[in-house]
């Protein structure tokens, strides 16, 4: 799409929002079915963005997050006090509908805050993951760390820690001489567009909640069938002192590389376990017209060591990750927000024969500015620009992108 | 004519025009109450009352499928979706004198506001304190009167003041299902119904007057009422 053709298409968007009357017209609530005990509501987004050839803000679904229309429906069925069937189906342009979450919710006590979640389940790692819903996000792009595509593949593996640093800002389209020789994207610090598989607990003690979870997938690299035997296991603690104020941490653990590439390498050794380790912290203030968020990751991806080729180093394991997220709202008036995002990705270093010591990948960094203008409660408008910079890599260096999106929830 | 038959003929004719005059004084200020009715209401009002029926079976808004949520959202209170508003279409003159403005509250108490619907005079002040130990962020985007309260704890309280006549929609910024109206007239002659659906409007001057009924959004249709002198005028509304 051309920089016109975008321009023309936000243009568009906002004629039609100017046009829309300002009083509630449009249906805000869920539709209940069966007395209540079924019920079904629908989050429609639609992007429309600059041009990303530095492959920024592209996503896990190879979708740039700023030109995609997004359409998901969840569903809720309540089968008496202990069980809730909750589902949710989504479709990113248009394309294949896709089971996102599905799941069965028990609760075994009704008195007691404590519930099981089977199936196909919300992530137990990290705040932002589960605010990926566009009306919970203030801005338009995701944060660094829940979408941003590394060079690391679960199914494919760089024989040396050369080869890795010549991918250095590629992570949208990787291809390694270990494994699937198939080019495909990274995977993000957390996948904030698919959610794992397995079984979670949650329990809540006054100001305190606590959940864990034993997954097929990796944080990463969320699954519904296994592919290397192993199980992610994630805990997060949640404290909420005082009103408004949110503190959480998060730690998961699980084998992260597939089988069919540890296999690729032969590094099957007992105690060998290649793995994403991740720790997360997170808070949340809000008060009056304002709303801050920060949160920061720690990972480290460990993957097997393949027999280097000659005149090359081996990779120094775990390849490590910073990412720092920085957010902030205000509301100027009824239905007008500014928001700002500033969140960035470090990464650990790797000594290469020809490159010398580099981060591992190119270190990229985003201030997102913008804003939201509800033109009636449930249909928001949103503008914003995003700075991105990245220290390497073929690919552009730098770029500004704007986006406006329309968002339309009931 | 002697002069005092003179004096007396002329006393007794400034008598008679000051009583001419006193007469037609009083004659006037009869003519005017009778042209005001709000003045002979003071005096002889009448009531308006009778029963809403509701033939429509109105659900609060349901909680969104709390699809990211760890856990079973906690229980709350269910808004009384039963209570409608009675008012008069057109008010008699005079009634539309400005109020000095009261106050009213709205609790936000269980996810749920309470009432769930309130009906004041312009003017008037409603208070939106927060009952929950959790933060609620009371807004409208209602043309009547916009205004975002943003968010506050419990034992805090928020107000707005309702300057113009209308229907305002009050909605919760971080709970979805949590709504109520505000109905603001510019007269004093509407009433909430009870439990059953009971109203009783008071202190209507005598006349005939368009009543409408209001329940969740959706109006019955207009019915003539007339007021007699101090007494009673039935009226009962079905809303489909």
């Known amino acids: 799409m051309s920089a016109g053709s975008t321009a023309a298409r936000v243009a568009w968007l906002l004629v039609v929002c100017a046009g829309a009357a300002r009083a509630q017209t449009l249906p805000s609530e869920p539709i209940a079915l069966a007395d209540g005990r079924v019920t079904v509501s629908g989050d429609v987004a639609a992007s429309f963005g600059s041009k990303d050839p530095g492959f920024f803000d592209y996503t896990d679904y190879e979708h740039s997050a700023l030109r995609l229309m997004r359409i998901d429906v969840s569903a809720a069925v309540k089968a008496g006090p202990h069980f809730t069937v909750l589902a949710e189906v989504r479709t990113e342009n248009f394309g294949r509908l896709e089971?996102?979450?599905?799941?069965?919710?028990?609760?075994?006590?009704?008195?007691?805050?404590?519930?099981?979640?089977?199936?196909?389940?919300?992530?137990?790692?990290?705040?932002?993951?589960?605010?990926?819903?566009?009306?919970?996000?203030?801005?338009?792009?995701?944060?660094?760390?829940?979408?941003?595509?590394?060079?690391?593949?679960?199914?494919?593996?760089?024989?040396?820690?050369?080869?890795?640093?010549?991918?250095?800002g590629l992570g949208w389209l990787v291809r390694y001489s270990?494994?699937?020789?198939?080019?495909?994207?990274?995977?993000?610090?957390?996948?904030?567009?698919?959610?794992?598989?397995?079984?979670?607990?949650?329990?809540?003690?006054?100001?305190?909640?606590?959940?864990?979870?034993v997954t097929t997938g990796t944080i990463s690299n969320p699954l519904v069938t296994d592919d290397n035997d192993g199980r992610q296991v994630a805990g997060r603690l949640e404290l909420r002192p005082v009103a408004g104020l949110v503190l959480g941490t998060s730690a998961a653990r699980g084998p992260f590389v597939a089988q069919s590439a540890v296999r690729a390498v032969d590094d099957m050794q007992p105690g060998n376990s290649f793995t994403q380790t991740a720790w997360g912290a997170d808070a949340e203030y809000s008060r009056g017209y304002y709303l801050l968020r920060f949160e920061t990751i720690v990972s480290a991806w460990t993957l097997p060591v393949a027999p280097t080729p000659p005149q090359q180093l081996p990779i120094t394991s775990p390849l490590s990750v910073?990412?720092?997220?920085?957010?902030?709202?205000?509301?100027?008036?009824?239905?007008?927000?500014?928001?700002?995002?500033?969140?960035?990705?470090?990464?650990?270093?790797?000594?290469?024969?020809?490159?010398?010591?580099?981060?591992?990948?190119?270190?990229?960094?985003?201030?997102?500015?913008?804003?939201?203008?509800?033109?009636?409660?449930?249909?928001?408008?949103?503008?914003?620009?995003?700075?991105?910079?990245?220290?390497?890599?073929?690919?552009?260096?730098?770029?500004?992108?704007?986006?406006?999106?329309?968002?339309?929830?009931? | 004519m002697d002069a005092p038959t003179r004096l007396r003929q002329r006393a007794h004719a400034v008598l008679a025009a000051v009583v001419s005059f006193v007469c037609l004084v009083f004659s006037a200020a009869f003519v005017s109450s009778m042209a005001r009715p709000d003045a002979a209401a003071a005096a002889r009002s009448g009531t308006i009352r009778g029963r809403v029926e509701l033939r429509r079976t109105a659900t609060p808004t349901e909680r969104r499928p709390g699809v990211g949520d760890f856990g079973t959202p906690a229980a709350r209170d269910l808004p009384d979706l039963l209570r409608s508003v009675v008012y008069l279409e057109s008010a008699p003159r005079g009634a539309f004198e400005a109020s000095e403005g009261g106050h009213a509250v709205m609790d936000q108490r269980n996810e749920t506001f309470v009432p769930h619907v309130i009906a004041i005079m312009t003017g008037t002040t409603v208070d939106f304190p927060n009952s929950d130990k959790f933060y609620h962020n009371v807004f409208s985007l209602s043309k009547t009167r916009t205004f975002d309260l943003g968010r506050y704890a419990a034992g805090h309280s928020q107000s707005v003041r309702f300057d113009r006549p209308g229907i305002v929609r009050v909605f919760c910024d971080i709970h979805s299902h949590m709504n109520a109206f505000v109905l603001v007239f510019s007269h004093p002659f509407f009433a909430v119904t009870d439990a059953e659906g009971r109203y009783r409007i008071d202190?209507?001057?005598?006349?005939?007057?368009?009543?409408?009924?209001?329940?969740?959004?959706?109006?019955?249709?207009?019915k003539q009422a007339s007021v007699p002198d101090g007494g009673f005028s039935e009226l009962d509304f079905a809303i489909r």
């Open chain 1, 99 to 168: 089971p996102y979450a599905l799941f069965l919710r028990v609760r075994p006590w009704t008195a007691r805050d404590f519930d099981i979640q089977v199936g196909r389940v919300p992530p137990t790692f990290g705040a932002f993951a589960r605010h990926t819903y566009a009306n919970d996000n203030p801005l338009i792009g995701y944060p660094l760390a829940y979408q941003y595509l590394t060079t690391v593949r679960p199914d494919a593996l760089p024989a040396s820690a050369d080869e890795l640093l010549r991918k250095r």
């Open chain 2, 203 to 222: 202190n209507v001057p005598p006349g005939t007057y368009g009543v409408i009924a209001w329940n969740e959004g959706t109006w019955s249709e207009t």
């Open chain 1, 178 to 213: 270990i494994g699937n020789p198939v080019a495909a994207p990274g995977v993000p610090l957390v996948s904030a567009f698919r959610w794992d598989t397995g079984v979670q607990a949650h329990a809540g003690l006054g100001m305190a909640s606590m959940t864990a979870s």
């Open chain 1, 322 to 410: 910073v990412s720092l997220s920085v957010e902030g709202r205000y509301k100027l008036r009824p239905g007008l927000y500014a928001a700002a995002r500033y969140d960035r990705l470090t990464f650990s270093d790797v000594t290469g024969a020809v490159a010398g010591t580099l981060p591992w990948d190119a270190p990229v960094a985003r201030v997102e500015v913008g804003g939201g203008y509800a033109i009636q409660r449930n249909l928001l408008l949103k503008v914003s620009v995003q700075r991105n910079s990245r220290d390497g890599g073929p690919l552009e260096r730098s770029a500004t992108l704007g986006a406006a999106q329309l968002v339309f929830w009931f």
